[in-house]
């Protein structure tokens, strides 16, 4: 950590100069004696990051950004206030602490808590940062998580006795897997592994994942999984947040919420899911998409049930409605249905989505000469009697919420 770059010339320097290309300061003599030009640039382009990711970062000076990477995997602001309204209580252990987002905007939920990393440079810039923030009453340790939840971390309590209210973990994926499939047994830590060992450390325990992961698959691994937090931000999921509690073993909430939306979070079990009767029906005069994170919780009939709504084929998870009603998710009016014949059709811009249907956007785009853009939208789906249609219609849209 070079404290130079929290010196107040070169804070002011970043203040003042927020859009400089960060490759070309990269590339020119630094301007400050003891920093060099490639940590100048590394702290713009993490700035350029925070700008949009972490607000309450880019506006407070002294923040001594961490290499980019780190910062690209951290939560976001919007997501870290989130997990904040899950937990509250007397202790917290964060065993990933990583840049420490979720951590700093945990603290005013309890009255203790404890961060973790394993890299020292990391730990000493996450520390300097939370000075920063008015955040020094957090605890800071460098060193391994599990060896360290195993010392006097630990406080002395008797075996058995839990230590904290909450433990949070963020497990990173292994470098050595590039699979696309995301897997826990691919983390470290090893969280299906040790969840024993935490479990004797604290009776609840928060879990941030990828969306990748598998939610049915996540509950399987982890068990005592009493809800499943689905997390989108403008209707790109973002985290998967996994609430566990010791000896749970009952059906799994699964709650999906868009922090972007004014929509309360949709909550359902799986159970509900399977027994819900979704209508079916041509389309009507008004389409409807669900919001991804009800998608990716596999609310598909559920949605359905809950809205009144008709379900334009099992497998095609678009619904539809003689009426405009408010709706989770992206709303449409319906301006044209027609059958789909392969050859030209009479559209040169639009915005072109595919649902349970042969062929691919590319394609269909490249066949037709459609540009992508403008205010039409065409749905080319398969409907629930089967039949191949291009539904032409025009977004309802909705106010999206500020921070």
């Known amino acids: 950590m070079n404290k130079q770059l929290v010196t107040s010339n070169i804070q002011d320097f970043l203040f003042k100069n927020p859009d400089l290309d960060p490759l070309a300061v990269s590339l020119a003599k630094s301007p400050f004696p003891g920093v060099t030009s490639r940590e100048l640039a590394g702290q713009l382009s ?13 506006s407070q000076p002294g923040i001594y950004y961490p290499p980019l990477l780190n910062l690209e995997q951290a939560s976001s602001e919007r997501t870290g206030r989130y997990k904040a309204t899950l937990v509250g209580g007397d202790t917290l252990l964060d065993l990933t602490g990583g840049s420490g987002i979720d951590t700093f905007l945990m603290r005013e939920a309890f009255r203790e808590i404890h961060y973790v990393e394993r890299n020292p440079d990391l730990a000493q810039i996450t520390a300097h940062n939370f000075n920063i923030l008015g ?11 599990l060896a360290l939840l195993q010392s006097d971390l630990m406080g002395g309590k008797p075996s058995g006795h839990p230590s904290f209210d909450w433990i949070y973990l963020d497990p990173s994926r292994r470098k050595e897997n590039r699979r696309k499939v995301f897997l826990l047994a691919d983390c470290e830590p090893p969280l299906p592994e040790i969840l024993p060992e935490l479990f004797e450390a604290s009776e609840n325990i928060m879990v941030k994942t990828s969306p990748m992961l598998d939610i049915t698959e996540g509950i399987r691994q982890m068990k005592n999984v009493r809800e499943v937090h689905i997390v989108a931000v403008g209707n790109e999921v973002r985290e998967l947040i996994w609430l566990l509690q010791k000896g749970y073993t009952q059906d799994t909430e699964r709650i999906a919420v868009d922090l972007k939306t004014d929509f309360p979070p949709f909550r359902f079990y799986a159970a509900e899911e399977v027994v819900a009767q979704a209508p079916f029906s041509n389309p009507m005069g008004y389409l409807y ?45 319906i301006l044209q249905d027609l059958e789909y014949k392969p050859g030209k059709l009479p ?33 080319f789906v398969r409907s629930f009697d089967e039949s191949l249609r291009v539904l032409e219609c025009r977004r309802i849209k909705t106010p999206e919420k500020n921070l």
């Open 347 to 379: 559209y040169t811009k639009a915005n072109v989505s595919t649902r349970n249907f042969p062929e691919s956007v590319a394609t269909l785009r490249k066949r037709n000469r459609i540009k992508d853009g403008g205010e039409t939208y065409l749905f």
């Open 135 to 145: 955040g020094q009453d957090i605890r800071v340790h460098q060193g391994d998580a």
């Open 46 to 58: 993490a700035r350029k990051k925070a700008r949009t990711k972490l607000p309450f970062w880019y």
């Open 289 to 333: 998409e669900p919001n991804a994170a009800i998608l990716k919780a596999g609310g598909f009939k559920s949605i359905a049930t809950r809205y009144h709504l008709h379900k334009i084929h099992l497998n095609t998870h678009l619904y539809t409605s003689d009426s405009c009603i408010a709706f989770p998710g992206r709303r449409f009016k």
